[in-house]
C-alpha cells in the first residue's frame, strides 16, 4: 500500500498549456464544462461533444511534462510503491513524465469506451468517424471519460489507499467536484497528514493540515526537493 497519495488536477496540466476549467480560460466555444461533460449533453448533441474532445486530442499532441509532473515522476523513481498518483486529469502527462504508478479517475482523453459492451480501447483515429467497437463491432463509441452523474474508476482502489497513507497531497484542484474534493477528508479521518498544492486556496482549503499557494511546477518541486 503505498504510504503517499498524490492527487493532481487540471492546474498540474496548466504549465503545459492545458487549459484548466473553472479559469478564466476555461471555457471552450463558450461552452461551460458543465455544458459538454453530461450523458445527457451527449444523448442530446453527440456531434459537438465529440468535438470538444477531438479538439483537446489535437491540442495534447502539442503540450509536454512540466516541472511538477516531473517531479513526481522523480518521486516515484525514488520510493517505488510508495506513491500513488490518482488523477482526475485526462490527459497523459503524468506517464510522458515517467510515472507509472497512476489511476484516471475521470478516464483518458486517449481511449474509447463502447457504449454496448463497456469495453475500453486505446484510441485510433477521430472517433467522429464512427469506427467499430473492436469487441463487439457495434458502432458506438463515445470518449472514455467521466461524465457528471456517473461513477468515478478504480474508487475501491482509491478509497482503500486513502484508508492506508500516511501523506495526501493534493495537487491543482479546485476542489469544486466530488468524490475528489472529499478526498482529503477520507485520508486525514484515517490519520494522513494533508496538504493541498495550488494556485490559490482552493474551495477545500481548510480541510489540509497545510496549504502552500503557487504555482504547481514551482510548489511540487520543492515538495520533493
Ligand atoms: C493551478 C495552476 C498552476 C491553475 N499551478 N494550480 C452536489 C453536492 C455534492 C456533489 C454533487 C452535487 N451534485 C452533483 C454532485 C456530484 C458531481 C459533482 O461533484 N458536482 C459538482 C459540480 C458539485 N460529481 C459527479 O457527478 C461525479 N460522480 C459521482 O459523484 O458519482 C457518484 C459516486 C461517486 C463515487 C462512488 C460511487 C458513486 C463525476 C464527476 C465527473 C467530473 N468530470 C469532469 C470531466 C472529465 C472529462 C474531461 O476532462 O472532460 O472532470 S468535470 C471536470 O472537473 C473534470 C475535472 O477532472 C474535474 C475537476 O476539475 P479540476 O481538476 O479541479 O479543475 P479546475 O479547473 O476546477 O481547477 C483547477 C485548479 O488549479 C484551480 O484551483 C486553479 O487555481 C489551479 N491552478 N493553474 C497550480 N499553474
Known amino acids: 500500500m503505498a504510504r503517499i497519495v498524490v492527487l493532481t488536477g487540471a492546474g498540474i496540466s496548466a504549465e503545459s498549456g492545458v487549459p484548466t476549467f473553472r479559469d478564466a480560460d476555461g471555457l471552450w466555444e463558450g461552452h461551460h464544462v458543465e455544458d459538454v461533460a453530461t450523458p445527457e449533453a ?12 477531438d479538439a483537446r486530442r489535437a491540442a495534447l499532441a502539442l503540450v509536454e511534462p512540466n516541472p511538477a509532473h516531473k517531479a513526481l515522476a522523480e518521486l516515484e523513481r525514488a520510493v517505488g510503491d510508495d506513491l500513488l498518483v490518482v488523477t482526475q486529469n485526462i490527459d497523459d502527462l503524468h506517464e510522458r513524465a515517467g510515472s507509472t504508478r497512476v489511476i484516471h479517475m475521470h478516464g483518458e482523453l486517449l481511449s474509447a469506451l463502447c457504449r454496448a459492451c463497456r469495453r ?10 464512427h469506427p467499430p467497437c473492436p469487441g463487439c463491432g457495434a458502432s458506438d463509441l463515445r470518449p472514455d471519460v467521466v461524465w457528471f452523474g456517473e461513477i468515478p474508476y478504480r474508487m475501491e482502489e482509491i478509497l482503500d489507499a486513502l484508508g492506508s497513507c500516511e501523506q495526501f497531497v493534493s495537487v491543482g484542484t479546485s476542489g469544486a467536484v466530488y468524490p475528489a474534493a472529499g478526498f482529503v477528508q477520507q485520508a486525514r479521518a484515517y490519520g494522513a497528514r494533508t496538504l493541498e498544492l495550488n494556485l490559490v486556496p482552493s474551495e477545500g482549503s481548510f480541510f489540509f493540515d497545510e496549504a502552500r499557494h503557487g504555482p504547481a511546477g514551482e510548489l511540487v518541486p520543492a515538495w520533493v526537493a
Open 42 to 53: 451527449f444523448e442530446r448533441d453527440p456531434d459537438t461533444v465529440q468535438r470538444f474532445y
Open 120 to 129: 475500453r480501447t486505446p484510441f485510433s483515429g477521430a472517433m467522429v468517424d
